[in-house]
């Protein structure tokens, strides 16, 4: 674990709010949120600190880690992409990916090289459209909680614009080289390609990413500063959020290259890492 610095432990005093990450962050392998973390959250709560929720997950599947939490805020799904207040119903961001881009990330995937190995998932209004009911799908859907709906050709399903395009491969490499050849692609102000686990590609729209959202939550709705956000995550995709966070947590089971933009490494997920941070700067 890394250490803190005196800095950091005066301005662990401010933080007013906290962001968790979903998967592999405040829920492991049991798919749910254990007893010590959720203790943690809620002395942190009566405490008066905020939590909010920002995941790569579609906002229903996200739903249920909301409210376990009692968060009051809105909740950012989709890497941020859509922002909604579960309260009022009122959705405060929605950004999503173009028709012309959606066909042509389309037409990458399937290529006769890549079609066989990808489950393509496009993500429409809350809903999960499929082009088939893959093993990898159905694992899934499984864990998220949702009913995918099978369609065929997925270009059936454009008729609105997607909030999120993922590819899931058990193969990490087929990941790693779609991630590579598609970031030549498209510039960051075209598109925002990030794995939030190491089988999941993903695309959003270009202003999309967990530190813009974060950043939305917090100055713009909470009028709060960089430096009252604590932020705990454990991939990729939550990289932007701990550079903005005034303390950025990453865990113990994050990849080295998310370790090494954190101020601090918890332990991991299975030892309940996000309840240790918890407990050492706010409680």
């Avoid at 009566?46 to 909010?52: H, L, N, T, Y």
């Avoid at 695309?203 to 932020?231: D, P």
Wanted: aromatic share 8%; net charge negative; charged share 20%.
């Amino acid at each position: 674990m890394q250490k803190v610095s005196t800095d950091n432990q005066a301005a662990a005093k401010d933080i007013k709010l906290l962001i968790l990450d979903i998967d592999g962050t405040i829920a492991g392998h049991s798919n749910t949120i254990s007893k010590p973390v959720k203790q943690a959250i809620i002395a942190a709560q009566a405490r008066g600190i905020q939590v909010a929720i920002a995941t790569g997950r579609m906002y229903c599947s996200a739903l249920r880690f909301h409210q376990d939490i009692g968060s009051t805020l809105p909740l950012m799904a989709y890497q941020g992409a859509w922002i909604q207040d579960p309260i009022t119903q009122k959705i405060h961001r929605h950004w999503v990916v173009s028709r012309e881009i959606a066909h042509q990330l389309l037409d990458y995937f399937e290529q006769p090289e890549l079609r066989s190995l990808l489950s393509v998932h496009f993500y429409i209004n809350d809903r999960l459209y499929v082009r088939e009911l893959t093993r990898e799908t159905k694992i899934y859907a499984e864990r998220s909680g949702i009913i995918p709906i099978p369609v065929g050709d997925l270009r059936q399903a454009l008729t609105n614009e997607p909030t999120k395009i993922l590819a899931l491969s058990d193969d990490i490499d087929v990941i790693d080289k779609l991630l590579g050849n598609l970031r030549r692609q498209y510039t960051p102000a075209e598109l925002y390609l990030t794995t939030s686990v190491a089988t999941f590609f993903e695309a959003t729209n270009a202003s999309v990413n967990k530190g813009i959202a974060v950043r939305y939550l917090a100055e713009e709705l909470l009028g709060l500063q960089l430096a009252n956000v604590m932020a705990i995550g454990d991939n990729f995709n939550d990289v932007e959020m701990l550079e903005y966070a005034g303390l950025g947590v990453a865990m113990g089971n994050a990849p080295a290259g998310v370790q090494a933009i954190a101020k601090w490494v918890a332990p991991s997920v299975e030892e309940d890492g996000a309840a240790v941070a918890i407990e050492k700067f706010l409680l």
